[in-house]
């Protein structure tokens, strides 16, 4: 093996929890990206009558911070942050993740809006690309 | 041949009323509603899509059994050579009595370009 090629690995090898990090990190905001305008598309559509979005749920959207699960993987979460905001009636029964529970399954009279299952589908192509470009970008540096 | 009407036939041999996007009518006792989640081209050869691959969510409403009609269902599916990608009990309703079940099925056809359907 050429030594320059050697050392390029060993330097790799030596950064690989900070590149493996942004990477995902680049992955989870593909994703949360995508997540949110698919979000958007359903909210209030198709209701019987006008819509009272507040948006809130929609700026409840993130991804968490990039962590190390229980299985050992890097990863990041997209989902929705808590609570409601105080003003509402309803803010101790009512949680965003029930809100959107409902509009991704339906229940009995309200059709299902699988937002989520659609941005998972659509995520898992784009996120890929994302992130091997910032593998290659960061690999790149070294 | 697509999955939503592939899915309509097998429920409706199972005796469960069927509809896709919502029940119009007043909802019985127990009934399946239909819809589409994602469809996707793959397989690409010469610029041409070689697979089409379609997934659909059933959501299973019923005040009796749900066990029972589930697995109904589920055989069914498997029976006919679908895919379920995912199973889930979304808990009991109280306002409406009725126990929702969730199950998605995927399924992956041809690209026939021959003809309009």
């Known amino acids: 093996m050429p030594d320059d090629f050697a050392l390029r690995l060993s330097r790799i090898e030596h950064n ?29 559509s198709g209701t019987k009558f006008d819509s009272r ?4 749920l929609k700026s409840a959207l993130g991804a968490s911070p990039v962590g190390v699960d229980k299985k050992g993987f890097v990863n990041t979460k997209i ?13 101790n029964e009512v949680t ?13 009279g309200q059709p299902a809006k699988p937002f989520m299952a659609r941005a998972k ?6 996120c890929k690309q994302a992130m091997i470009k910032k593998f290659d970008e960061e690999v790149s540096k070294i | 041949m697509n999955l939503l009407s592939e899915l309509t036939s097998i429920i409706e041999s199972l005796d469960i009323p069927v509809e896709t996007g919502k029940l119009s009518d007043i909802p019985p006792d127990e009934y399946i509603v239909l819809v ?21 969510r059933l959501s ?24 379920v990608i995912d199973r889930l009990y979304l808990g009991y309703e109280q306002d409406t009595g009725y126990h929702h079940y969730n199950i998605d099925a995927e399924n992956v056809y041809g690209v026939d370009l021959g003809t309009e359907e």
């Open chain 1, 16 to 44: 690989i929890s900070g590149i493996t990090e942004k990477v995902v990190e680049a992955g989870g905001e593909v994703a949360e990206k995508i997540a949110r305008d698919e979000l958007d598309r359903v909210i209030g």
């Open chain 1, 53 to 56: 979005s507040t948006g809130e």
């Open chain 1, 79 to 91: 989902g929705f942050s808590e609570p409601r905001r105080r003003r509402y009636k309803a803010k």
């Open chain 1, 96 to 108: 965003n993740a029930m809100i959107a529970n409902v509009i991704e399954y339906g229940k009995s």
């Open chain 1, 121 to 126: 589908k659509k995520a898992l192509r784009l």
């Open chain 2, 36 to 56: 589409p989640i994602h469809d996707d081209y793959e397989l690409y050869a010469d610029d041409l899509p070689g697979a089409d691959i379609q997934s659909v």
């Open chain 2, 60 to 83: 299973l409403y019923t005040k009796g059994n749900y066990i029972r009609q589930k697995n109904r269902v589920l055989k069914a599916l498997l029976k006919a050579g679908i895919l």
